[in-house]
C-alpha cells in the first residue's frame, strides 16, 4: 500500500527544500534543451556552472578556456533560455560568420555587425531586438551604443560577450 502524505507533515524547511530541487530540475531541464538547440548532447560541468552564473545569478563571468573547448556555449545559450539578445564582440570577421551560418542553420536568430555586413537592415534588426545573437566588432560596438542602450532598456541584454 503507498504512503499517504499531508501538508502538515512536512515543515517550511522541507516544503522550500522541495520547491527548489523542482525549481532546480526545471532549470537544468531548460538549460539542456537550450544546448540541445545548438547541438549539444551535454554541458561540460565548468560550462554548466558559467550558464548557471550568466543566466541564473546574473553575474559578471570569465572563462578562459582553449580554442574549440566548448565557450561560445557558455554565451549563447543564456538568450536562448530568456528570448533576450546576447552581444557578442569579437575582432575575428570570419569566426563571427561562421558562428551565425552555424546558429543560422540550427534555426537560431543571429547576424554580425562590421564591415564585411553587406544586409543594411541586419543592423536595424539588431538594435529592434530581432537577433538572440548579436556579433559585433569592436569598432562597430562603439557606434552601436546608444541603440543598444536604447534596447537594454525596453528589453534588457541577456548577456554581453567579449570573444577572443
Excluded at 25 to 33: F, P, S, T, V, W
Amino acid at each position: 500500500m503507498a504512503d499517504t502524505f499531508y501538508d502538515d507533515d512536512f515543515n517550511e524547511g522541507d516544503l522550500a527544500a522541495i520547491d527548489a530541487a523542482v525549481d532546480e530540475r526545471q532549470r537544468r531541464n531548460a538549460i539542456d534543451a537550450a544546448a540541445g538547440r545548438l547541438g549539444i548532447d551535454g554541458l561540460k560541468p565548468w560550462q554548466l556552472t558559467a550558464v548557471q552564473c550568466i543566466h541564473v545569478e546574473r553575474r559578471d563571468c570569465v572563462i578562459l578556456s582553449g580554442t574549440g573547448s566548448g565557450k561560445s556555449c557558455c554565451f549563447q545559450i543564456p538568450p536562448l533560455l530568456s528570448g533576450g539578445t546576447a552581444v557578442v564582440v569579437s575582432p575575428l570577421i570570419s569566426l563571427m560568420r561562421d558562428q551565425v551560418l552555424a546558429l543560422a542553420s540550427k534555426g537560431i536568430r543571429a547576424t554580425f555587425l562590421g564591415s564585411a555586413q553587406v544586409d543594411a537592415a541586419a543592423e536595424a534588426g539588431a538594435l529592434e531586438g530581432r537577433y538572440e545573437l548579436v556579433y559585433a566588432c569592436p569598432e562597430t560596438l562603439v557606434r552601436l551604443l546608444p541603440g543598444l542602450r536604447a534596447l537594454h532598456h525596453r528589453r534588457p541584454l541577456s548577456v554581453v560577450a567579449v570573444d577572443e
